[in-house]
């Protein structure tokens, strides 16, 4: 299945690399998605990477700062966060959507496996 790692504490304006990893499958084969709940708040879409060309698309709240690719010879995807802040304070997951449409990739219904999540904090 899949496994989310990286998180931790972290003050503001600092970074953070978010790591995907599967078991049992393979990802390039999978449109990938990082999602992310915060306490008391709905699930929101961060990023996602088609399964092929690998293009990418990222939430307005977090462009410019994180960064989503994959490497396919290490069967992971990855999210690299800069310059977080503390409303990025959540836990973090990724899904998996069988070469999914991309264009719908914003939407947690298109995923079919997720992920344990891995918790973020950013202090301030």
């Known amino acids: 299945q899949l496994q989310a790692s990286g998180g931790g504490l972290v003050q503001a304006g600092g970074s953070l690399r978010l790591s995907c990893a599967a078991s049992?499958?393979?990802?390039?084969?999978?449109?990938i998605g990082w999602f992310r709940q915060a306490p008391g708040k709905e699930r929101e879409f961060v990023a996602a990477?088609?399964?092929?060309?690998?293009?990418?698309i990222t939430a307005d709240s977090v462009k410019g700062r994180f960064t989503i690719s994959r490497d396919n010879a290490k069967n992971a995807v990855y999210l690299q966060m800069n310059s977080l802040k503390p409303e990025d304070t959540a836990v973090y997951h990724c899904?998996?959507?069988?070469?999914?449409?991309?264009?719908?990739?914003?939407?947690?219904?298109?995923?079919?496996?997720w992920g344990q999540g891995t918790q973020v904090t950013v202090s301030s």
């Open positions: 899904a998996a959507d069988y070469q999914g449409d991309f264009g719908k990739s914003r939407s947690a219904r298109r995923y079919d496996y």
């Open positions: 049992g499958r393979t990802l390039s084969r999978y449109t």
């Open positions: 990477i088609s399964w092929s060309p690998g293009s990418t």
